[in-house]
């Protein structure tokens, strides 16, 4: 099970850096996934819910560079630290930002970022 996570998760970051974001969502994130900002979840339990948040980035946001930093994988918990540059309503956003997962059978079921 926990040997499937990786390739999930370097899916997913690939995603992310060739603009293709809802669909690894899509494809690897679970049904009842809950997504954390800054240990805030409001309005973002669910796939629907998480699905809208997605969809509100990626329609408002150009990623300009996504750079994987660091990547853990264990068993069923994983991380990683990415740097992104990107335009955001009209704001050029330079950050590095970690997203730690938590998977159930290898679908993300829980996602925090830092």
Not at 5 to 29: H, M, S
Not at 76 to 84: D, F, K, V
């Amino acid at each position: 099970m926990s040997s499937n996570n990786k390739p999930n998760l370097e899916a997913v970051i690939k995603g992310i850096q060739t603009n293709k974001i809802l669909e690894v969502f899509d494809k690897y994130y679970h049904q009842d996934i809950i997504m954390y900002e800054k240990g805030d979840s409001t309005n973002r339990v669910g796939k629907a819910a998480n699905r809208k948040a997605e969809e509100s980035f990626v329609n408002n946001a150009t990623i300009h560079e996504a750079k994987l930093l660091k990547l853990l994988v264990d068993a069923n918990n994983t991380a990683y630290e990415m740097y992104m540059d990107f335009t955001y309503g009209g704001h050029r956003i330079k950050k590095s930002q970690w997203a730690v997962q938590q998977c159930s059978n290898v679908l993300i079921i829980k996602e925090e970022f830092y």
